[in-house]
């Protein structure tokens, strides 16, 4: 069974540590190593650069992000010790009707937190059209998924075909003038 899980996963880690290293830099082994990159991880690297207002790419910025990404960390432990703690005296509380109801709404917060993070700009630079660089391999993805195959199974595959897909599709809009790199003013 381990093996199986294996082959599936690996593609999707292998291609995690080539999109998120350059975000996290110096915290990347601490940050694959407590988990939840995406969900926690990146958005707090994003906003510690964004509150320090730093370039990223840079020593200050990466000092930011590795610090912010150990804390978070550090809260995440604790809180999950507190929880561990806490799981049979709060049994009753936690499968009460309004809990239950307030469970359907997280994943659809933290997807809105990723969203208006692509959205914004942090630092100094700011690019427009972002978008449109993955408008083409969202569209590749939905066609293979409806006429192809159901791309589930074999996600972390086509993220190590996406990636490059994406790369791509913004070198050529940005050569193209459809995707432009505006410097702000401090």
């Keep these: 069974a381990a093996i199986g899980i294996t082959f599936m996963f690996l593609p999707i880690l292998i291609s995690e540590v080539f999109m998120f290293t350059p975000i996290v830099g110096s915290g990347t ?17 994003h906003n510690a650069q964004s509150i320090m207002n730093t370039t990223k790419g840079t020593e200050s910025s990466d000092v930011i992000t590795t610090l912010a990404i150990s804390v978070s960390a550090m809260v995440t432990t604790t809180t999950m010790g507190i929880g561990v703690l806490l799981l049979v005296p709060l049994e ?25 993070g692509l959205l914004s700009t942090s630092g100094k630079v700011k690019v427009k059209g972002k978008v449109k660089a ?38 050529f809009l940005y050569h193209r003038k459809m995707i432009s790199i505006e410097i702000l003013d401090a």
């Design 92 to 116: 009753p509380f936690m499968s009460s009707a309004p809990i239950q109801t307030a469970s359907g709404y997280v994943l659809p917060a933290l997807f809105g937190a990723l969203v208006v």
């Design 134 to 171: 993955g408008i083409l391999p969202f569209f590749v993805l939905l066609l293979v998924n409806i006429f192809i195959i159901n791309t589930y199974q074999y996600s972390g595959i086509l993220l190590l075909v996406m990636i490059p897909l994406t790369i791509l599709c913004a070198r």
């Design 29 to 45: 082994y601490i940050t694959f190593i407590t988990g939840n990159v995406m969900n926690i991880k990146i958005p707090i690297a």
